[in-house]
């Protein structure tokens, strides 16, 4: 039993942090990428064509929507976060002391 709870909390645990930290990043970099834009003498430019190239992106993961690829991301990110903290908990059960 205490496996098992141990095994749905680091689950939980995982799959929260997997979710929110591409959300994060890419608010980071869109955040970045707009103080660019506000810069003058021709990094302005720069700025505003990453933010259009991120929002672009994240356009063909979400069907056209930025935030619908934001969540996609994160839930891709999710599920993979969620397989390796299985594994690890696999890996610890078979060879651990």
């Given at each position: 039993?205490?496996?098992?709870?141990?095994?749905?909390?680091?689950?939980?645990?995982?799959?929260?942090?997997?979710?929110?930290?591409?959300?994060?990043?890419?608010?980071?970099?869109?955040?970045?990428?707009?103080?660019?834009?506000?810069?003058?003498?021709?990094?302005?430019?720069?700025?505003?064509?990453?933010?259009?190239?991120i929002?672009?992106?994240l356009?063909?993961?979400?069907?056209?929507?930025?935030?619908?690829?934001?969540?996609?991301?994160?839930?891709?990110?999710?599920?993979?976060?969620?397989?390796?903290?299985?594994?690890?908990?696999?890996?610890?059960?078979?060879?651990?002391?």
């Open positions: 039993m205490r496996a098992t709870s141990n095994l749905l909390f680091s689950i939980l645990l995982s799959a929260t942090i997997s979710f929110i930290l591409p959300m994060i990043l890419i608010g980071i970099l869109l955040g970045c990428s707009l103080i660019l834009g506000i810069l003058p003498y021709g990094i302005s430019l720069l700025g505003e064509q990453a933010a259009a190239m929002f672009e992106i356009a063909i993961f979400g069907n056209g929507k930025p935030f619908a690829g934001v969540i996609t991301l994160g839930i891709t990110s999710c599920i993979v976060g969620i397989l390796f903290d299985l594994f690890n908990f696999y890996r610890y059960r078979t060879f651990g002391d």
